[in-house]
């Protein structure tokens, strides 16, 4: 029987999408397959399978007869995206059973105190950010929703750099994370998923503005 194909493609396409988000295949540039077959250890036809799968969900753009390159930063590009992934997991908060999010309060709330932490020094928030908003989605059971959540939020990854810079954005997100645990801690539901899609929207507003010094 044929061997299933599934796993090594989304391992491929799991290792290409690192790759886009950490720069290692920069923006605007176009993906040379031979390269990174041989730098994945893998034959052409998996990797271009992996490389239409990622084309289909954004972060690659399929040129006919070109091959694949990955998409230029486009502000406006993600001043819509970020505001959508907001509505996304605000819809997966209040698809959770609120018993589910009093359980997981304690670390929630100790992840925002190294949030701050790590803040205050200056270090990066982004993993950590990351960390917060997955733990905060992790008892919603529509795995429907989850998958459509998991495909897109790579998308907006590509401008973590654009987001994170300068102690006030930073303060007023943890300020922000700090609302949507008080509002669970409230049984305010509808509240918490409020608060978690203005962190998403302020975000948005940041994009493409530089840090107050």
Request: proline content about 5%; glycine content about 8%; overall charge neutral.
């Amino acid at each position: 029987m044929p061997k299933d194909k599934g796993p090594l493609r989304r391992d491929i396409a799991e290792q290409v999408t690192a790759r886009i988000l950490d720069g290692r295949l920069p923006a605007a540039t176009r993906v040379n397959e031979v390269h990174l077959a041989a730098e994945l250890g893998v034959s052409r036809t998996p990797l271009r399978e992996a490389l239409v799968e990622l084309a289909d969900r954004g972060l690659l753009a399929a040129d006919p007869g070109r091959g694949f390159s990955v998409p230029p930063i486009d502000v406006e590009e993600a001043r819509k995206l970020y505001p959508l992934v907001g509505e996304l997991e605000s819809l997966a908060l209040r698809w959770t059973s609120p018993q589910d999010l009093l359980s997981i309060l304690g670390q929630l709330e100790r992840q925002i105190d190294e949030m701050e932490s790590v803040m205050e020094s200056g270090g990066d928030l982004a993993g950590l950010d990351d960390r917060w908003h997955a733990l905060l989605l992790s008892r919603c059971a529509n795995t429907h929703l989850m998958r459509l959540i998991s495909q897109t939020k790579p998308l907006v990854k590509r401008y973590d750099v654009l987001y994170f810079g300068g102690i006030d954005r930073a303060r007023r997100s943890v300020e922000e994370h700090r609302e949507i645990v008080a509002a669970i801690r409230a049984n305010d539901l509808f509240g918490a998923a409020g608060w978690l899609t203005r962190n998403w929207v302020n975000g948005a507003a940041y994009l493409g503005q530089k840090p107050a010094t």
